[in-house]
């Protein structure tokens, strides 16, 4: 499960069995006393993982020095299972969106991203899982697919994956793809994570919100998923209107469930 | 087209309040978008993405500002504040900054030139919320020389407000909407230090003389300079000294920096 502050009071009570938590990275870049407090009693009792949104993999900016000293410093700190972070770009020319911009999906691009992904993995001194997006639009200059694109950038950075499998689903709706081809085209042995959540429908475009409960057809992809990819760690996100930490959880245990239950057709 | 130059046009893009039609349609040149005829709905959703997140962050740091402007004046302020003020910093806990200035500039609340000043309050709050955990000084206050100067902690900050603001922030904090009155943002200046007790943010208010030599010592005045400038006597200063000594928010390693240890 996502680690989500108004959970935590109830978790350090509870410490319900959830096997790890994933832990927004950036939140914690600060040097904070409080927020430290309770992610260190958090830590005495579950593993846990960073995912990050700052690493800027896919911007045509410098890498940011400081960003990876802290995050390195927070790293050694924690000692999070692993470390990820998204195939996008977040900021350029020294302006910061703090979304998850696309990429055209082009030779350049792919070697461009690569490369980037191999620089920050030097500077963590470890391999990272990159997370495939959400996307509203598509790039003219565009020359292959997006799941060509998600396999040749981790293939050539040699770095593993974190399929989003709800981000798949609302690309494929929005891009107008069959997301069966893109589970289909994913490097088995590069999977190691999964991530599940909810989406919104609005003005005929899906929105990534992680806001509501994994719809039907999301858990039906993800059922195809788990089977190819089996024994693949998955979490919930839910990042907004977040509601009580047994709603999230049940639907940690669903996935789980899924997890379990089916066989490897792949 | 490079992409250095797309991600250049296309943040840009981003941060204009009202691009135009000419702006638009290079843009939306750039993509096709299978569902629909024209990426319009596409790119509002980034646009949306971006208003979103930075007001989100905005809302973590300005809770009583927001309460003091209503939810849609705050929206609608902030709005036009992250157009003109884009984040610099790829950590969004260090966006809004400069939020209470922006405010005191709007004519629409000249009437209410209280909230601006809870707006920095707000801000020195946050920041000390963040602030690295840094030991401070204890004991008895040592020698200080003239041309010496004191280092308090990076979490203390100054606010010098033209109302009293205080009360109303203090009693907000403490039993939300039902803890202040408009009455007790009177206009009479007020001095408040701003400080981490172990991570906690506080808010103590202080007299003009303290304000004083603080503000002069965190501009990095030694003590005769600022002995100098204020024509306050030495004696004021060193009991300044010592009730910030008491207050903790003097930093430790300030001994390590003595130049003179010639007592004042």
């Not at chain 1, 770009?89 to 691009?109: E, F, K, R």
Request: proline fraction near 5%; aromatic fraction near 12%.
């Amino acid at each position: 499960m996502g680690l989500r502050s108004p959970h935590l009071s109830g978790v350090l009570e509870n410490k319900p069995p959830v096997p790890w938590f994933e832990v927004m990275a950036d939140n914690y870049l600060n040097q904070g006393e409080i927020p430290h407090r309770a992610l260190e009693k958090i830590r005495t009792h579950y593993p846990l993982t960073f995912h990050c949104l700052g690493m800027n993999l896919g911007s045509t900016e410098v890498l940011n020095d400081s960003y990876f000293k802290r995050l390195s410093e927070l790293i050694e700190r924690y000692q999070p299972q692993w470390i990820s972070d998204h195939l996008c770009w977040v900021g350029a020319n020294g302006l910061q969106s703090h979304d998850l911009l696309p990429l055209p999906y082009t030779a350049d691009a792919v070697s461009h991203a690569a490369s980037r992904i191999q620089q920050a993995q030097e500077k963590l001194g470890r391999r990272m899982l990159i997370e495939n997006l959400s996307g509203y639009l598509r790039f003219n200059q565009s020359e292959m697919t997006e799941w060509e694109f998600v396999k040749a950038v981790v293939e050539k950075a040699d770095c593993h994956l974190l399929l989003d499998i709800n981000n798949i689903y609302v690309n494929s709706e929005n891009l107008r793809f069959d997301p069966y081809l893109y589970i289909d085209a994913m490097p088995v042995d590069r999977v190691k994570e999964m991530h599940l959540a909810g989406h919104l429908r609005t003005e005929g475009i899906l929105v990534d919100n992680h806001g509501s409960a994994v719809c039907d057809e999301v858990w039906d992809l993800y059922r195809y998923a788990a089977a190819r990819f089996p024994q693949v760690p998955t979490l919930m996100e839910w990042d907004l209107n977040i509601p009580a930490f047994e709603v999230v959880w049940a639907e940690a245990q669903k996935a789980q469930a899924v997890l379990s239950g089916v066989s490897h057709v792949a | 087209m490079s992409l250095e130059q797309l991600q250049k046009e296309f943040i840009e893009f981003l941060y204009t309040a009202k691009p135009g039609e000419e702006q638009k349609n290079h843009i939306r040149s750039y993509f096709l978008d299978p569902q629909h005829s024209d990426p319009h709905n596409g790119l509002k959703i980034y646009r949306g993405n971006l208003v979103f997140g930075l007001i989100g962050a905005m809302k973590e740091t300005y809770v009583f500002t927001r309460v003091l402007l209503g939810e849609n004046n705050f929206n609608f302020f902030s709005r036009d504040f992250l157009y003109q003020n884009p984040s610099r910093d790829s950590d969004l806990i260090q966006y809004g900054g400069g939020f209470g200035d922006f405010l005191a500039g709007r004519e629409e609340i000249q009437h209410l030139a209280f909230i601006p000043e809870v707006a920095r309050l707000e801000w020195a709050l946050e920041r000390a919320f963040y602030a690295p955990p840094e030991p401070s000084l204890t004991g008895e206050l040592p020698e200080i020389g003239r041309e010496s100067k004191l280092r308090f902690k990076n979490s203390v900050r100054l606010v010098q407000s033209a109302y009293k603001i205080h009360k109303a922030w203090a009693g907000f904090t403490e039993k939300g909407v039902d803890g202040f009155e408009g009455e007790m943002f009177k206009k009479e200046p007020e001095s408040l230090v701003v400080w981490s007790d172990e991570g906690s943010p506080r808010v103590t208010p202080v007299n003009e003389i303290l304000m004083t030599v603080m503000k002069e010592t965190m501009a990095g005045k030694t003590t005769s300079a600022l002995v100098r400038s204020t024509g306050l006597s030495e004696e004021n200063v060193r009991e300044a000294y010592w009730f910030t000594l008491k207050q903790g928010w003097i930093a430790d390693d300030f001994k390590s920096n003595l130049t003179d240890f010639h007592s004042i």
